[in-house]
């Protein structure tokens, strides 16, 4: 079982920055591949970002370049940096945990965390 908590949204002007944190507590943390995503009002979840175990990393073409996930293992933590926010990016943002066991993907989230960007 893996519970992982989201911060560090908030109201931020076009062009702006907001670093999101997503704690997990649980074992074996460095064995999930870890992920950002978000849901705008009235849209559906979408996917931003991931980092798998081995650290290689995926960017939805709407955040690349702007956006920047890592993980600390030692800390149980990952980050998502964004930079040059857009009012678009205004959303719910989600931590994701999963992983592949015996052919089988379990999927963690986290209660989420609210990114505005307007001015």
């Known amino acids: 079982q893996v519970q992982l908590v989201e911060s560090g949204g908030g109201l931020v002007q076009p062009g702006g920055s907001l670093r999101l944190s997503c704690a997990a507590s649980?074992?074996?943390?460095?064995?999930?591949?870890m992920g950002w995503y978000r849901q705008a009002p009235g849209k559906q979840r979408e996917w931003v970002a991931d980092?798998?175990?081995?650290?290689?990393?995926n960017y939805s073409d709407s955040v690349k370049g702007r956006f920047t996930i890592s993980r600390d293992n030692a800390e149980n933590t990952v980050y998502l940096q964004m930079n040059s926010l857009k009012p678009e990016d205004t959303a719910v943002y989600y931590c994701?945990?999963?992983?592949?066991?015996?052919?089988?993907?379990?999927?963690?989230w986290g209660q989420g965390t609210q990114v505005t960007v307007s001015s």
């Open positions: 994701n945990a999963n992983r592949l066991d015996r052919g089988k993907v379990t999927n963690y």
């Open positions: 980092v798998y175990s081995g650290g290689n990393i």
């Open positions: 649980g074992s074996m943390f460095s064995t999930y591949t």
